[in-house]
């Protein structure tokens, strides 16, 4: 006690990096639950950037522990990547543990991400090609690798045998792809798991014990609600379940050692890879937003698509999570636009309105944003730490986003660094 969870409300990329970052200050427990190194997560302090992926980003505190729950899928030569890239910053690894039950992305998962993507044609979902739907898909097939068997030779041997030789089946009679050479993945994986051999602990009952000691966690999401497989904008998700409830399955907690839920926007929307975006700005504002605010994928380097707040988007979120409060990050991107818009239901082709995010894609389809308008600020407020000395334009634009979401904001981000925050 206590336990907060931190999630994404929009496509991702909404800096939870830096609030999980700042909360991680006051945390003994960091916990990550699902997805993969499809995440990016940026960390900036005092000038020094961290670009996390799978590795929670609590590791920058030395004393934390770091947790990586069994919802998690794990690429183990990415992973010993970041663990270098850290240790050669100075940065320790020693307090990092990864559950047995977590599941390992092989050589033939990005593959696969890879040709099943071109196969789509035009339809593709723009996948970061990490190989995580393809992992998640073993998984619930029943024929994944788990990190308990990385670290068992004998296990990971017989494992490779059997699902790489089905593997090497659909690549190469599926797709007309090239088959991978088992006895080198295998000799390949096995001084992966001798390097992660050390790490691997019962998530589930680190973070059992921490709780019941009175220690206070904090668990770590990744992308993000309109990304979830159920409550996403399916197909153009994620093969995860990024949502608060995510948590619990992911890391091997039940849902009542929950505390509080935190989630993160940006005070505009972004997004990466293909799919519905009501309230995309095709134009110049879009560029500028996409400029000013560095849009760009921190896993992938892609330009990130740019548009309003779109709060029928947040208001589904505030419901699907339980959220108790929001963080509105990058505030201080929109200086210097004339007249903001906040979306603030949708108009649907029949002439009605809206303000719940429609079910599913179908019915999306046609949906037209209704805007409301703000007048826009010029003041430089990167250094704006308290609500007070925000100009008023701002907060204007900030207590009808609280109406129109229906969920108090505490938290205002106004520039990348970890001391660039409003707290209320
Ligand atoms: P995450 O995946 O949600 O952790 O977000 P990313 O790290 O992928 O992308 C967020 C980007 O915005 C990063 O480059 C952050 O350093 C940056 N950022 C976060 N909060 C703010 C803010 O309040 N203002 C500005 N200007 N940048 C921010
Ligand atoms: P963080 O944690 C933004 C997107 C991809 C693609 C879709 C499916 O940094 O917010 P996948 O590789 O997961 O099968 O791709 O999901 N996506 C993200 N977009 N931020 C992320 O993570 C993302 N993780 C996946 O761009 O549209
Ligand atoms: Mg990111």
């Given at each position: 006690?206590?336990?907060n969870?931190?999630v994404?409300t929009?496509?991702?990329?909404e800096?939870?990096?830096?609030?999980i970052?700042?909360i991680?200050?006051?945390?003994?427990v960091v916990v990550?639950?699902?997805?993969g190194?499809?995440?990016?997560h940026?960390?900036?302090?005092?000038g020094?950037v961290y670009?996390l992926h799978?590795?929670p980003?609590?590791?920058?505190?030395?004393d934390?522990?770091?947790l990586?729950?069994a919802g998690?899928?794990l690429d183990?030569?990415?992973?010993?990547?970041e663990?270098?890239?850290l240790?050669?910053?100075?940065i320790?690894?020693?307090n990092?543990?990864?559950?047995?039950?977590?599941h390992?992305?092989m050589p033939?998962h990005?593959?696969?991400?890879?040709l099943s993507?071109a196969f789509?044609?035009?339809?593709d979902?723009?996948?970061?090609?990490?190989?995580i739907?393809?992992?998640?898909?073993?998984?619930y097939?029943?024929c994944?690798?788990?990190v308990?068997?990385?670290v068992?030779?004998d296990?990971?041997a017989?494992?490779?045998?059997t699902t790489?030789k089905?593997?090497?089946?659909?690549?190469?009679?599926?797709y007309?792809g090239n088959?991978f050479?088992l006895?080198?993945?295998?000799?390949?994986?096995?001084?992966?798991?001798?390097?992660?051999a050390?790490y691997v602990d019962?998530v589930?009952v680190?973070t059992?014990?921490?709780?019941?000691?009175?220690?206070?966690?904090?668990?770590?999401?990744?992308?993000?609600t309109?990304?979830?497989?159920?409550?996403?904008?399916?197909?153009?998700v994620?093969s995860?379940h990024?949502l608060?409830?995510?948590?619990?399955?992911?890391?091997?907690?039940g849902?009542?050692?929950?505390t509080?839920?935190?989630?993160v926007?940006?005070?505009?929307?972004?997004?990466?890879?293909?799919?519905p975006f009501?309230?995309?700005?095709?134009?110049?504002?879009?560029d500028?937003?996409r400029?000013?605010?560095?849009?760009?994928?921190?896993?992938?380097?892609r330009p990130r698509r740019?548009?309003?707040?779109?709060?029928?988007?947040?208001?589904?979120?505030?419901?699907?999570?339980g959220?108790d409060?929001?963080?509105?990050?990058?505030?201080?991107?929109?200086a210097?636009?004339?007249?903001?818009?906040?979306c603030?239901?949708y108009?649907k082709?029949?002439?009605?309105?809206?303000?719940?995010?429609?079910?599913?894609?179908e019915?999306?389809?046609g949906?037209?944003?209704?805007?409301e308008?703000?007048?826009g600020f010029?003041?430089?407020?990167?250094?704006c730490?308290?609500?007070d000395?925000?100009?008023?334009?701002?907060k204007?634009y900030?207590?009808?986003?609280?109406?129109l979401?229906?969920?108090?904001?505490?938290m205002i981000g106004v520039g990348?660094?970890?001391?660039?925050?409003i707290?209320?």
């Open positions: 006690m206590p336990a969870i931190v994404g929009q496509w991702g990329d800096g939870k990096g830096k609030i970052d700042i991680s200050s006051r945390a003994d990550r639950s699902q997805g190194n499809n995440a990016g940026t960390v900036v302090n005092n020094e670009k799978l590795i980003s609590g590791i920058l505190y030395k934390t522990l770091c990586i729950g998690v899928v183990p030569k990415d992973f010993i990547g663990l270098d890239n240790e050669s910053r100075g320790s690894t020693k990092l543990k990864i559950d047995p039950r977590a390992v992305v033939w990005i593959t696969l991400d890879g993507e789509r044609g035009g339809k979902i723009g996948t970061t090609k990490r190989g739907g393809p992992t998640y898909m073993d998984k097939e029943r994944g690798i788990r308990y068997d990385l068992h030779p296990v990971l017989e494992k490779i045998q790489g089905l593997k090497n089946k659909i690549i190469t009679e599926v007309g088959a050479d006895d080198a993945v295998t000799a390949e994986y096995t001084e992966y798991g001798k390097r992660l050390s019962d589930s680190l059992f014990e921490a709780d019941k000691s009175g220690k206070t966690i904090m668990f770590e999401g990744a992308q993000a309109l990304l979830d497989i159920d409550f996403g904008t399916y197909p153009y994620t995860s990024p608060s409830a995510g948590v619990c399955i992911g890391s091997g907690v849902p009542k050692m929950i509080n839920i935190i989630g926007a940006k005070a505009y929307t972004t997004r990466v890879g293909k799919g009501p309230t995309e700005l095709d134009d110049e504002t879009g500028k937003i400029n000013v605010g560095g849009e760009f994928g921190t896993t992938t380097g740019t548009g309003w707040f779109d709060a029928v988007i947040v208001r589904h979120s505030v419901r699907v999570n959220l409060s929001l963080a509105i990050n990058k505030l201080d991107t929109l210097n636009i004339d007249t903001l818009k906040i603030v239901a108009k082709p029949d002439g009605s309105v809206t303000e719940h995010f429609p079910a599913v894609l019915e999306l389809d949906c037209e944003p209704v805007y308008e703000f007048e010029t003041e430089d407020i990167s250094q730490r308290n609500f000395e925000l100009p008023k334009n701002c204007k900030i207590t009808r986003l609280e109406e979401v229906g969920c108090k904001v505490s990348p660094d970890r001391s660039q925050i707290e209320r």
